[in-house]
Structures are given as structure tokens and as C-alpha cells.
């Protein structure tokens, strides 16, 4: 006894579509996930680095893609054949010569460690407005001597001949 469900869609994934992307290691591919809150659905992109792909073509196969976030790796492992996923994006394809990536984790916490040694420490900090306003108006005031004090220095440094002769006349008043 069988029956034929014509016209019946048993999955809302196109599964020959999935099969036929053929994703594997070292793909960037971004991920379309669908995200419900509070009763609204709506689409967050995922991009990273595919790490591994399990399971072949069957029901239960998945794939693990890493990014890096902040500072912070993240991974995700999903479903191949997930309704939650709306669409999977190949963006890049890398030659790699592993089925798993996995050895990338410990690379990149190599490099960051690498880089950490290259850097050196500096003094940061943080002022104040009326400290900032007050160490301004210690700059103008240092300028301004520095000018006054040019100044007369070089009223000091003219020569007699070249300066102008004040002649002083006193008058006496009778009383």
C-alpha cells in the first residue's frame, strides 16, 4: 500500500540547491539567519571562514564557520539543510589542502600573542575640562611673558647712538 502526496512540499529547504553549492573548507560564505523576536522575524548575516563540513549530503549534515568579532573568535556550527537559514552565500573560495580547518583557532591567538610583544606600552591620560582650560590658559600666559620678555631684551640690546634722545625741561613755576 502506497500513496503519492502530489503537490505536497515536505521541507521548505531546497535541498538540491544545498547539495549543489558545494561548500567545503576554506570557503567565506555568509549566512542568512532567520531570528525571531518578540513575534518579528528578521535576517542576520553571518560571514566568516568555513571551518568544517560534516556528515556529506545527508539529512544531518552541518558546517562550522568562524569569524572574528571585536577582538573575539566566534564560531557557529549549522545545519546544512536548516529552514532557519534563508540563504548561504559563497563569497570567497580558498584552496586549501585540509578537510578541517580547525588548526586556524590556534593560528590566529599566534599572531595576536606575536603582536602583543610588538607593542609597547603608553601613558594615557584622561584631563578634565576645566584642567585642560586651565593648563590652555598656562600656555598663553608663558607665551605672552615669553614675547614681553623678547621685547624688552631687545629695547636693552639698542645701542645709545641709535636711541632717541628725551630731552627733559623742567620750569620752575613761581609761587
Do not use: W
Not at 540563504?87 to 580547525?102: D, P, S, T
Amino acid at each position: 500500500m502506497t500513496t503519492t502526496l502530489a503537490g505536497v512540499i515536505t521541507s521548505p529547504v531546497q535541498m538540491e540547491d544545498r547539495k549543489a553549492l558545494g561548500l567545503k573548507a576554506g570557503d567565506t560564505v555568509k549566512v542568512h539567519q532567520k531570528i525571531v523576536d518578540k513575534g518579528k522575524t528578521r535576517i542576520q548575516i553571518f560571514e566568516g571562514l568555513v571551518l568544517a563540513r560534516k556528515h556529506g549530503d545527508e539529512a544531518g549534515a552541518t558546517f562550522t564557520v568562524r569569524k572574528v568579532s571585536s577582538g573575539i573568535g566566534v564560531e557557529k556550527i549549522y545545519p546544512l539543510y536548516s529552514p532557519l537559514i534563508e540563504q548561504i552565500e559563497i563569497v570567497k573560495r580558498a584552496k586549501v589542502r585540509r578537510a578541517k580547518l580547525y588548526y586556524i583557532r590556534e593560528k590566529v591567538a599566534r599572531e595576536i600573542k606575536r603582536q602583543m610583544r610588538r607593542m609597547t606600552l603608553v601613558s594615557m591620560t584622561t584631563e578634565s575640562e576645566t584642567d585642560a582650560n586651565a593648563r590652555i590658559e598656562a600656555e598663553a600666559k608663558a607665551i605672552a611673558d615669553a614675547t614681553a620678555a623678547a621685547e624688552a631684551a631687545a629695547l636693552a640690546a639698542v645701542t645709545p647712538a641709535e636711541a632717541p634722545v628725551v630731552e627733559e625741561v623742567k620750569t620752575e613755576e613761581a609761587a
